[in-house]
């Protein structure tokens, strides 16, 4: 007799995805019930039909095998792209009109891992939605329904759809650029992309490789992003550019061997974005630099603060009719993109302003402000209630003395009209981020010990380095 119901292991359902150690969080049978579990959900909601795609790592394929056999019991109609970026999986749900999509991918996490990100044409699926799945498949609240199976090979018309966004000329300079895909899901229409792009250009990582010889695919991190500034420096190239494992995040790399973070890429990016769009909104996270508000404003923008999260950052972008936005960690997204984070998007864009740009990537990096800035520092929780009831109380404390007090995530507080300090509940474990960022040593060190002393009161010592 075929099981029933089926419990995942409650880890697995983060905020944003699902994502757990293949063989351990993560099976064939879990995949199959999370099949069974989504397409129930999706029936509730009146849907017929899901595109489903893989990331390249060497799990992706079987979990998606298991994954389509459990969505067609539910009577959802499955359309398998096959090997696809997550934004190329987000976009077919509009180039396909199809009511869904899910992909298979652990983003930039080691290749053990895997996992699951889903979404409705309407809307992104995460947090009490995700957790609402899972209890479909536990309490065996499964719909059964006879789906059918499409294989549909959207490659070529994904790489025409990201090819229209670049925007050069005869006057526009060309670029000389190294690409590195870390071997992820962009390694597999790179070449093509490239081709098209004006210059003398470099590929490395360029092979699809689950098992990530070379480094993770993490644009975020320093040192992940060592072997593309080694390639930009030893070649004399103008720009390097990375991209994560699924292929929705971009990072940056200078001729200088500089390495951008995730808002000063906004920063640059949305200089471009309000030359043509005065007056709009700018999407930015908490523990975004002050630097990238006060550019906002400097350039005819309007600053919008957010708690951090791809899928909190989409829904906010449509409640507000925001059209640009990006995160710390190097997702940049656009409102003419569906409100998606696409890596190659994003790179496109940066081509097109630093080619048709009087000033190069390097002389408007020298002209942000300098700020001394902490690293993000984790600080363990007992357990989950903890970690949200310490930011809360610290931060009406803060207010009870005057202070400039932001509560959209946790609270950032201010010790004068730019210096800062953070303190924020993780979203996925019990843990609490600190930061501070201040625009001289001096006002760094008020924000460090400011922050210190509050979370003392709590039990908590912290160390900044």
Known sequence: MEQKKHKFVPSILKMYDIRGVVGKDLTNVDAYFMGKAFGTFLRNLNKKTCTVGMDGRNSSQEIKDYFINGLLTTGIDAIDLGLVMSPCMYWSVWHLNADAGMIITASHNPSEYNGFKMLTKEDPIWGEDIQKIGKISENGELVTGKGKLIEVNIRADYIKYVLSFLKLNSKSKTLNMVFDTGNGVVADVIHEVVSKIPGNHKIICDTVDGNFPNHLPDPSLEKEMQMLKNEVIKGHFDLGISFDGDGDRVGFVDSEGYIYFGDEIL????????????????????????????????????????????????????????????????????????????????????????????????????????????????VRTPDDIVKYTVPNEIAEEMKLKGRKVIQIDGARVYTNDNDWWLIRSSNTEPAMTARCEAMTPEGLKVCEKELTEELKKYGFDIKFE
């Open 267 to 378: 920063d640059i990016l949305m200089r471009d974005f309000l030359k043509e769009n005065p007056g709009e909104k700018v999407l930015f996270e908490i523990s975004s630099s002050q630097v990238l508000v006060n550019d906002i404003k400097k350039f005819g923008g309007i600053p919008v603060m957010w708690k951090p999260g791809h899928s909190t950052f989409k829904a906010k972008m449509k409640e507000d009719n925001i059209k640009i936005a990006g995160e710390t960690s190097c997702h940049i997204y656009y409102g003419e993109n569906h409100n998606f984070d696409d890596s190659l998007i994003g790179a496109i864009k940066m081509i097109n302003f630093l080619s048709n740009s009087k000033e190069s990537i390097e002389q408007i990096r020298k002209s942000f402000p300098k700020t001394y800035l902490t690293k993000k520092i984790k």
